[in-house]
């Protein structure tokens, strides 16, 4: 009899083991599912950050720091684009210095439209008010659109593609 007894006991205590294994097992998948979407969110972040800064950088150059600018510009920048940022660089600081340039942008917004492991692409809108010292021409208020490619380069997302669109 008492061996009967200690039957249910027994399949209680497998039942109850079986329960805690599942209960510690979802938990387990919970924490790593939230951990892997705190992650994306995070990257979220950053990509829309880098793609700002990037953009920011473009469109505010100061005539007295030029050299300052294009290095944020180069910074910020990977691949073609940072190429053609090179290849440009002469032209624009001898523009902005002979014309006196000071450009002031705002960043208005970014827009995630596509993230993976190492890629993104975001559009980017900000305005910009130019104005050159010593000249009588009003200041001029203009008005970006982006699509930007934006590559993970050693750990940082660094645009690698911007175009302007309407």
Known sequence: MAGLAA???RILIAALGG???A???TGVWIVVQTRAEQARAADRQTVLRAAGTHALSLISLDHRSVDDGM???LDTS?????????????????TTVANKVVQHGVLRATGLVSLTETGAKVLVVADV???????????QERYYRWS???????G?????KAVQVT
């Open 7 to 9: 039957r249910p006991a």
């Open 71 to 73: 290095k944020r510009i």
């Open 129 to 139: 008010e130019i104005r050159w010292e010593g000249s009588d021409n009003p200041p």
């Open 19 to 21: 329960l805690l294994v």
């Open 148 to 154: 930007m490619d934006l590559t993970r380069t050693a």
């Open 23 to 25: 209960l510690v097992g």
């Open 156 to 160: 940082s997302w660094l645009v690698s």
């Open 78 to 94: 990977t691949g073609p684009a940072r190429a053609g940022y090179e290849a440009d660089a002469g032209r624009l600081r001898s």
